[in-house]
């Protein structure tokens, strides 16, 4: 999956999971740029990119996220 796809694919994730059609992710946004990203949002949203992109992300990958951009980039290293 190129990293174009990648993006999309994510930004329609985070769209579905906080009920918002008009989110334009960007690499530096956090949650703090997200209306409703709360702690129970950010286990439904690591689950559904779990499951829209078919990998597995551990305790310590998650931890270790810093932003969306961190995110795209240990799906790509998890998707190769």
Do not use: C, P, Y
């Amino acid at each position: 999956m190129d990293e174009a796809a990648a993006r999309l694919q994510l930004q329609e994730v985070m769209r579905d999971v906080f009920s918002d059609s008009s989110i334009e992710i960007f690499d530096e946004m956090t949650a703090a740029d997200v209306t409703g990203w709360d702690s129970l949002n950010h286990i439904n949203l690591v689950i559904a990119v779990e499951r829209s992109f078919g990998v597995r992300l551990t305790t310590k990958d998650v931890a270790a996220l810093r932003n969306v951009g961190g995110m795209l980039a240990l799906l790509r290293a998890k998707l190769t």
